[in-house]
């Protein structure tokens, strides 16, 4: 996953640079200040979030932290799950859990620069591409927690989501396509899952369940089988006891 997909890249004009060199000339007091105006505004438009924050936090009353973000009317706290815009050229929205809300006043300006610490959640579409195998126990809802964290534009935020456990989500009568669920971690470093080896592995083929798929129980040992993996379409399912082929 390219985490950094919608930041644009912004190159520094020579006029810029030349200003910069000008402003150092000016006294001791006039510099510090202007270079400070000067560097806010540079990474802000570089979008250099994490030196931003390191600038901001050195001058009192720039940096300030908060509990909560109101989007489209909605208030979001933090610790919540949100979709973030992934840009233009990207399907799926991304999606991560929110760990820290500030604001920087750009000096001179009556402008808020809003960001948040975002922890990333893979989604399936992401896993797949190394693991072309997982495809088949993974759900569409499903999302893997990474270590990865980032801050973002707070305007990138576009709803709240749910994040729930697999076991919740099982359990829910209706879904609705903001619920997702988590079991486990991705490791970005080694692209691999984490916690894969003790998920219990059903039907013949052992895998891990797929909410998405439908399985069928065997009357007498209880396991769960694929309806693909024993050969049986939905429609011919009657009130008959089903026996799998090692009970039979
Ligand atoms: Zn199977
Ligand atoms: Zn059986």
């Known amino acids: 996953m390219n ?4 930041i644009k890249k912004t190159i520094l004009n020579k006029q810029q640079l030349k200003k910069a060199s000008h402003n150092s000339q000016s006294i001791q007091k006039k510099k510090i200040n202007k270079e400070q105006l ?14 931003l924050i390191t600038v901001s936090k050195r001058n009192r009353g720039l940096f300030q932290e908060y509990d909560q973000i109101r989007v489209q009317g909605r208030d979001i706290n933090v610790g919540e799950a949100v979709l973030i815009n992934s840009g233009d050229n ?21 402008k808020y620069i809003c960001l948040c610490n ?26 893997f927690k990474t270590k990865h964290q980032e801050y973002i534009l707070a305007q990138t935020i576009i709803n709240k989501c ?22 486990l971690s991705w490791d970005s470093e080694k692209q691999k899952f ?9 039907c013949l083929c052992r895998q891990p369940l797929n909410p998405d798929r ?18 049986i379409i939905e ?14």
Do not use: A
Not at 97 to 110: C, D, E, G, L
């Open 235 to 248: 429609e011919k399912i009657g009130n008959n006891n089903y026996f799998c082929q090692i009970c039979q």
């Open 118 to 143: 975002i922890q990333w959640y893979m989604r399936k579409s992401e896993v797949i591409k190394n693991h072309p195998k997982s495809n088949e126990w993974v759900s569409e809802q499903e999302l």
């Open 162 to 183: 749910n994040i729930i456990t697999c076991n919740e989500y099982v359990e829910l009568n209706e879904i609705e396509s903001t619920i997702y669920f988590n079991r």
């Open 38 to 51: 000067l560097s806010i505004r540079d990474l802000y438009k570089q979008q250099k979030w994490q030196q």
């Open 90 to 110: 990207h399907e799926d929205d991304y999606i991560g859990i929110i760990k820290q809300i500030v604001s920087i006043m750009v000096p001179r300006t009556n």
């Open 214 to 231: 439908k399985y069928i129980q065997c009357d007498s040992c209880k396991e769960w089988y694929h309806l693909e993996c024993v050969g």
């Open 3 to 6: 985490y950094s997909h919608w």
């Open 194 to 202: 984490r916690g894969y080896e003790i998920l219990q592995k059903f």
